[in-house]
């Protein structure tokens, strides 16, 4: 039970981060923007996929990598979907190449954490 709510709540954590930014900022994550805007959002999805993998792994309590690369999973199947849809954007390839990683470093980091103690 715990695994799935780390799964749950890590990746709700990233989804809610990501559409706060985007709502937030009348942005539409699809549409080409200000470079400063692509790069502030791609550091703030990093972070919040960090912690995502992190925080998702934790909670399950597990010392393995699974709750991490499930949710990994399902961020670049979202992203994958977003590409299928409206086409490559900036927004998905960014989820792709630096948000997913991001997300796995987090729960690398908890995972080797949990083995520690």
């Given at each position: 039970?715990?695994t ?15 559409f ?17 805007f ?24 597990r ?21 299928v ?33």
């Amino acid at each position: 039970m715990r695994t799935i709510a780390g799964i749950i709540l890590g990746y709700l954590l990233f989804a809610f981060s990501a559409f706060a930014l985007f709502r937030v900022t009348h942005q539409n994550p699809h549409a080409p923007t200000m470079m400063g805007f692509e790069i502030t959002a791609i550091v703030y999805g990093m972070f919040f996929a960090f912690l995502a993998g992190y925080w998702g792994t934790g909670i399950a309590g597990r010392s393995d990598m699974l709750v991490a690369v499930i949710i990994a999973m399902i961020m670049a199947a979202g992203a994958i979907a977003s590409m299928v849809k409206v086409g490559l954007g900036w927004s998905p390839m960014a989820a792709l190449v630096c948000m997913v990683p991001a997300e796995l470093v987090g729960g690398y980091l908890q995972a080797r954490k949990g083995r520690q103690t």
